[in-house]
Nanobody
Framework: QVQLVESGGGLVQAGDSLRLSCAAS????????VGWFRQSPGKEREFVAA????????HYHDSVKGRFTISRDNAKNTVYLQMNSLKPEDTAVYYC?????????????????WGQGTQVTVSS
């Protein structure tokens, strides 16, 4: 069992930056691939970024490429999502998810564990 807790969300202006954290407890976190997803009102949850178990592989949704960076510190059992040049359309609840896998995982249905989410609001 893995417990995930997101933090770092907030209200910012367009062009600002935020860094989200996903802290894990439970089993050895380094064995898990991790992804970030987001959901805004009236929309389905969508993939944002993912990182493999050791941090050498990443994948991003086209809408965030060049602006967001996913990274992990397995010694701290934490995955980060650095979000730069934020846009109003980035407004959503952001969730991290984990699954025991070596490769990058981008499909939400493949994730076994989810956090409770953290709200990101970007004003124009």
């Amino acid at each position: 069992q893995v417990q995930l807790v997101e933090s770092g969300g907030g209200l910012v202006q367009a062009g600002d930056s935020l860094r989200l954290s996903c802290a894990a407890s439970g089993r050895t976190f380094s064995s898990y691939a991790v992804g970030w997803f987001r959901q805004s009102p009236g929309k389905e949850r969508e993939f944002v970024a993912a990182i493999n178990w050791i941090g050498g592989g990443t994948h991003y949704h086209d809408s965030v490429k060049g602006r967001f960076t996913i990274s992990r510190d397995n010694a701290k059992n934490t995955v980060y999502l650095q979000m730069n040049s934020l846009k109003p359309e980035d407004t959503a609840v952001y969730y991290c998810a984990a699954t025991m896998a070596v490769a990058v995982v981008i499909n939400s249905y493949e994730y076994d564990y989810w956090g409770q989410g953290t709200q990101v609001t970007v004003s124009s």
